[in-house]
């Protein structure tokens, strides 16, 4: 084994082992290090060949899914030793560390991204579609890095008020989402400001388990129609995913396009067309690039009405917005919903995870 591939498999490994709460997930754990164990012998070598991060502009997951079949090796062996290591090393301070407030929770993932970053030797440049997804004020030298489908309505909302685009004692549930969403700027608008804001600014960004959050863009852009949206995503993307995987029956208007067909299509390897980039679907890794820019705190929506509150108080903005305000247009999305998962085969859940490698792993989000 290679030292970088050597590097790659412990390293997913002890995140693996912080991610086993019971026997459930670590059970869980032990088939994603067999996984992994595949990425350094199999796919690695001819990856190393294919995608050469570091010299190129652009980070991509292995071309190949992930898969779990590994010839001469004794899978229960395996899974097995994976298993006992969980449950002597790993159990006891992944409960702890259930209990730790946002600061703590912070830290930990700051250490996780780093680490993910390096071992992977992520090397995205600061793109102009990433300084379009930060917020700025100037006034308090802050920037928020929004991610759709992460709360980021909500946030729009309230830098709003901080930026002063509506009046103080404005009741921000009533801001419409067209102006949320078309008045707040971003870094793009910024050229001369950049490098000084992204060196002395506070940042932040808020993340969701990758499952999570294409689920919830799925059924919002997707399995209902937005309309408060200029773009129709019924017609201009889900037509062609229709068109893409159906040999008939395909909807001119996009209408009925299946969780399935949507995961195949966003989880095939490579760079990926404009409809496969949009922005609801794309990695956080790509949407806000952690690896280049160093975010003082990375929130969870899991953990949202905590985090966000943590961070407006770390903002000192309180004095402008009291709480964290709910989303008026909540889509609940959990991956265990059987509607949903359910239609996915294993090799639609091995593409998909193969994708969203990076921020499962930078994110310690467990792959079931």
């Given at each position: ?211 999570d959050r294409v689920l919830s863009a799925f059924k919002d852009k997707l399995e209902s129609a937005d309309k408060s949206s200029a773009y129709n995503f019924h017609k201009e993307i889900g037509a062609k995913i229709q068109q893409k995987y159906r040999s008939a029956g395909a909807s001119p208007e ?115």
């Amino acid at each position: 084994m290679i030292p970088q591939t050597r590097r790659v498999f412990y390293f997913c490994q002890r995140m693996c082992i912080s991610w086993s709460r019971s026997w459930r997930q670590a059970t869980v754990c032990a088939s994603l290090g067999l996984v992994l164990f595949v990425v350094v012998h199999l796919i690695a070598p001819r990856w190393q060949d294919e995608v050469e991060i570091a010299g190129r502009t652009h980070w991509h997951p292995p071309s190949e899914p992930l898969q779990r079949e590994v010839k001469g090796q004794s899978t229960r062996d395996l899974e097995q030793s994976i298993l006992a290591k969980a449950l002597k090393e790993g159990v006891a301070e992944d409960e702890q560390a259930g209990s730790l407030g946002p600061k703590e929770r912070n830290e930990n993932l700051q250490r996780r991204i780093q680490e993910t970053c390096k071992t992977l030797n992520i090397t995205l440049p600061i793109t102009q579609n990433v300084l379009s997804h930060m917020h700025f004020d100037h006034k308090r030298k802050l920037i928020y890095c929004y991610v759709p489908k992460v709360a980021c309505t909500s946030w729009k909302r309230v830098w709003m008020k901080m930026i002063g685009k509506v009046s103080p004692d404005k009741d921000l549930s009533t801001i419409g989402r067209y102006a949320v969403h078309t008045s707040v700027p971003n870094m793009a608008s910024q050229k001369g400001m950049v490098d000084e804001a992204l060196a002395t600014y506070k940042k932040f960004l808020f993340v969701r388990h990758p499952f999570d959050r294409v689920l919830s863009a799925f059924k919002d852009k997707l399995e209902s129609a937005d309309k408060s949206s200029a773009y129709n995503f019924h017609k201009e993307i889900g037509a062609k995913i229709q068109q893409k995987y159906r040999s008939a029956g395909a909807s001119p208007e996009g209408d009925n396009t299946t969780f399935s067909e949507f995961i195949r299509f966003i989880s095939e390897p490579g760079h990926g067309t404009f409809e496969q980039r949009n922005e609801h679907w794309l990695s956080v890794h790509e949407l806000c690039n952690p690896c280049a820019v160093k975010y003082d705190f990375v929130g969870k929506y899991e953990s949202l009405k905590e985090d966000a509150n943590y961070v407006l108080d770390w903002l000192g903005v309180t004095d402008l917005v009291k709480s964290f305000p709910a989303s008026d247009r909540p889509f609940y999305a959990r991956r265990y919903d059987p509607k949903y998962f359910n239609q996915l085969s294993h090799s639609d859940k091995m593409a998909f995870f193969t994708k969203y490698l990076a921020d499962f792993v930078a994110f310690g989000y467990d792959f079931v």
